[in-house]
């Protein structure tokens, strides 16, 4: 009888367990010299944030531990508290031998969207990350594929479309009769999102999910688990893997399965009957623009509908926080708009553009509340970053391929707004789009 057993030490008497850690430990480090070598011949390093447990496992362990309680601007400024150059808050930071640039320096930002765009995308790990949910729509690729969904989904966001305000005043009227305006509390963040989302869903689907009459639709509850299972992949790093449960998957069938009769009916969809369709849904023009790709529409849809409920939901509750604060503001926004429009009448397009007052009220709600409060880059390419190297922090940074980074209704006829939160302070959740945590009373 053969038998075999494995080795337990080396030829020079070593522990097995030994010689492996030592073996990775200096291919680890060979690899560190090899990358910092290039990164060197690139530019400068940013100040490195430390680490104390291996992989960088404390960073993604402190991010998701503040996450959860919604302190995410603490974490933040934990980070950028090692920056050496407070005038270009810029730091990085090593999860296993992946490196991580962060960075709130406006020039830093300005060449990663405008004139380095090129050299930045969403790259292939985020794309991995949020296939499942956003698939090859315009918000999940890069280069070629984000040019032609740019393409596709550009002409149905034209003026036309745009001045046609029938949709959006049905469901604004709808939401307006769950505010009677006898000084009782109602929790206008809730109402702003299930506004939104009927809208929204109205829109691209000629189909609303009915949520402003029915708040405990399983489409809304699943489209916000996504949302949270989503953001806490992107704060876990390497660990995200953990964060997909059978919630996330049920959550991801209750959402396809809602939109696929949608799709389906819409590539049924006849020549003779889109020719008669003066106001045709946005999946109704993605068919007629000759779209056949089932998927391919189904991924565009889940990608506008993201961009259209949360983010607009997000500002209009951080707006009407800071109204309910500031009565001489409300009285200015509400004089123009009586001015412009009248106490009863329907706004139009043109009307919305004329009320400047209000445009930078919304403006500077946007700029205190950022409605997408980071974002993450990859760099497709070898580059840099303007500033946040060197001593000073004014030297470029070398970065790697791969490396990471309505409201005039209501004002129609509500003379005044008065904040019923127990605390001036607002605790702010940033899962993906920015809101406030106890809603907006």
């Given at each position: 009888?053969l038998?075999?057993?494995?080795?337990t030490?080396?030829?020079?008497g070593?522990?097995?367990?030994?010689?492996i850690?030592a073996?990775?430990?200096l291919?680890?480090?060979?690899?560190?010299?090899s990358?910092r070598?290039?990164i060197?011949?690139l530019g400068s390093?940013?100040p490195r944030?430390?680490?104390y447990l291996?992989?960088?496992?404390?960073?993604?362990?402190?991010?998701a531990?503040?996450?959860?309680?919604?302190?995410?601007l603490?974490?933040?400024?934990?980070l950028?508290?090692h920056?050496l150059?407070k005038?270009?808050?810029?730091?990085?930071?090593?999860l296993?031998t992946?490196r991580?640039?962060?960075?709130?320096d406006?020039?830093?930002i300005k060449?990663?969207?405008?004139?380095?765009f090129?050299?930045?995308?969403k790259?292939?790990?985020?794309?991995?990350?949020?296939?499942d949910f956003?698939?090859?729509?315009i918000?999940?690729v890069?280069g070629?594929?984000?040019q032609?969904?740019?393409?596709?989904?550009?002409p149905?966001?034209?003026?036309e479309?745009?001045?046609?305000?029938?949709?959006?005043?049905?469901h604004v009227?709808?939401?307006?009769a769950?505010?009677d305006?006898h000084?009782?509390?109602?929790?206008?963040?809730?109402?702003?999102y299930?506004?939104?989302?009927?809208?929204?869903t109205d829109?691209?689907?000629?189909?609303s999910v009915?949520?402003?009459?029915?708040p405990q639709t399983?489409?809304?509850a699943?489209?916000n688990?996504?949302q949270?299972?989503?953001?806490?992949k992107m704060?876990?790093?390497p660990?995200s893997p953990l964060?997909?449960?059978?919630s996330?998957w049920?959550?991801?069938?209750?959402l396809?399965?809602?939109?696929e009769?949608f799709?389906?009916?819409a590539?049924?969809?006849?020549?003779s009957?889109?020719e008669e369709?003066?106001?045709p849904s946005?999946?109704?023009?993605l068919s007629?623009a000759?779209v056949g790709d089932?998927?391919?529409?189904?991924?565009?849809?889940?990608?506008?509908?993201?961009?259209?409920?949360?983010t607009?939901?997000g500002t209009?509750s951080?707006?009407f926080?800071?109204?309910s604060?500031r009565?001489?503001?409300?009285?200015k926004?509400?004089?123009?708009?009586?001015?412009t429009?009248?106490?009863?009448a329907r706004?139009s397009?043109?009307d919305?553009r004329?009320?400047?007052?209000?445009k930078n009220?919304i403006?500077?709600?946007?700029?205190?509340?950022?409605?997408?409060?980071?974002?993450?880059?990859?760099s497709?390419?070898?580059?840099?970053?303007?500033?946040g190297g060197?001593?000073d922090?004014t030297e470029?940074?070398?970065?790697e391929?791969?490396?990471a980074?309505?409201?005039?209704?209501?004002?129609?006829?509500?003379?005044?707004?008065?904040c019923y939160?127990?605390?001036?302070?607002?605790?702010?959740?940033s899962?993906i789009v920015?809101s406030?945590v106890?809603g907006?009373?």
């Amino acid at each position: 009888m053969l038998t075999m057993t494995m080795p337990t030490s080396d030829g020079f008497g070593l522990p097995l367990p030994v010689v492996i850690a030592a073996f990775l430990t200096l291919t680890w480090l060979t690899s560190l010299i090899s990358t910092r070598r290039r990164i060197g011949r690139l530019g400068s390093f940013a100040p490195r944030v430390p680490s104390y447990l291996p992989f960088g496992l404390d960073i993604v362990l402190r991010s998701a531990l503040y996450s959860s309680n919604n302190n995410d601007l603490d974490f933040w400024a934990w980070l950028y508290s090692h920056s050496l150059h407070k005038g270009s808050p810029t730091v990085e930071l090593y999860l296993g031998t992946q490196r991580f640039v962060f960075t709130a320096d406006p020039e830093n930002i300005k060449a990663i969207l405008a004139t380095k765009f090129q050299d930045y995308g969403k790259g292939q790990s985020f794309h991995e990350d949020w296939k499942d949910f956003l698939g090859d729509g315009i918000f999940n690729v890069d280069g070629e594929k984000w040019q032609a969904s740019r393409h596709l989904i550009r002409p149905q966001f034209s003026q036309e479309r745009l001045h046609d305000l029938d949709i959006l005043e049905n469901h604004v009227q709808k939401a307006i009769a769950k505010v009677d305006g006898h000084g009782q509390e109602v929790d206008v963040a809730d109402l702003f999102y299930r506004l939104t989302l009927d809208a929204t869903t109205d829109f691209l689907l000629a189909h609303s999910v009915g949520s402003l009459d029915d708040p405990q639709t399983e489409f809304a509850a699943a489209f916000n688990e996504i949302q949270r299972v989503q953001a806490l992949k992107m704060r876990l790093g390497p660990l995200s893997p953990l964060a997909v449960g059978s919630s996330f998957w049920h959550a991801l069938r209750v959402l396809d399965s809602f939109v696929e009769p949608f799709v389906k009916s819409a590539l049924q969809l006849k020549s003779s009957e889109s020719e008669e369709a003066s106001k045709p849904s946005f999946l109704q023009a993605l068919s007629i623009a000759g779209v056949g790709d089932k998927q391919l529409i189904r991924d565009q849809c889940v990608n506008i509908l993201l961009a259209g409920r949360d983010t607009t939901a997000g500002t209009l509750s951080f707006l009407f926080l800071e109204l309910s604060r500031r009565p001489k503001v409300v009285s200015k926004v509400r004089r123009e708009i009586m001015q412009t429009i009248g106490s009863e009448a329907r706004p139009s397009y043109k009307d919305l553009r004329n009320l400047t007052y209000l445009k930078n009220t919304i403006n500077e709600t946007l700029r205190l509340y950022p409605a997408i409060p980071f974002n993450v880059r990859w760099s497709l390419r070898d580059t840099t970053l303007p500033r946040g190297g060197g001593q000073d922090g004014t030297e470029p940074i070398g970065i790697e391929k791969d490396t990471a980074y309505t409201t005039v209704r209501i004002l129609q006829q509500f003379e005044k707004l008065e904040c019923y939160s127990s605390t001036n302070e607002t605790k702010l959740k940033s899962e993906i789009v920015l809101s406030p945590v106890q809603g907006v009373k």
